[in-house]
């Protein structure tokens, strides 16, 4: 993020715009993720316009399976650019 910081102001708008759009692009697409893999793995019957109990259980239990692998996922993927960040100013220092 120092990068963006060098950054003109208008310049850091555009930025941060663009990344909000990212980001919300993302949420969307591991909402659809979610909805898909649940109501495919979970749903059924088409007997009745509402879930039956067994549904509720299956889509509410993989819901939040799929939401604590994604959030782990998350948190390696935080913890694997954090260590490449290290690397790479242990690296600069290294040089200088």
Same mark, same amino acid.
């Given at each position: 993020?120092?990068?963006?910081? &060098?950054?003109?102001?208008?310049?850091?708008?555009?930025?941060?715009?663009?990344?909000? +759009?990212?980001?919300?692009?993302?949420?969307?697409?591991?909402?659809?993720?979610?909805?898909? =893999?649940?109501?495919?793995?979970?749903?059924?019957?088409? =007997?009745? &316009?509402?879930?039956? &109990? !067994?549904?509720?259980?299956?889509?509410?239990?993989? $819901?939040? *399976?799929?939401? &604590?692998?994604?959030? *782990?996922? !998350?948190? *390696?993927?935080?913890?694997?650019?954090?260590?490449? +960040? $290290?690397? +790479?100013?242990?690296?600069?220092?290294?040089?200088?």
């Amino acid at each position: 993020m120092e990068a963006v910081q &060098k950054l003109a102001p208008h310049q850091q708008q555009i930025f941060m715009k663009e990344m909000e +759009q990212l980001q919300l692009k993302d949420s969307l697409s591991m909402y659809n993720n979610l909805v898909y =893999r649940c109501f495919d793995n979970c749903v059924t019957s088409f =007997r009745s &316009k509402a879930l039956d &109990k !067994g549904e509720v259980s299956c889509v509410e239990q993989c $819901a939040a *399976r799929y939401i &604590k692998m994604t959030q *782990r996922v !998350g948190l *390696r993927f935080a913890e694997h650019q954090a260590l490449q +960040q $290290a690397q +790479q100013q242990q690296q600069a220092a290294q040089q200088s």
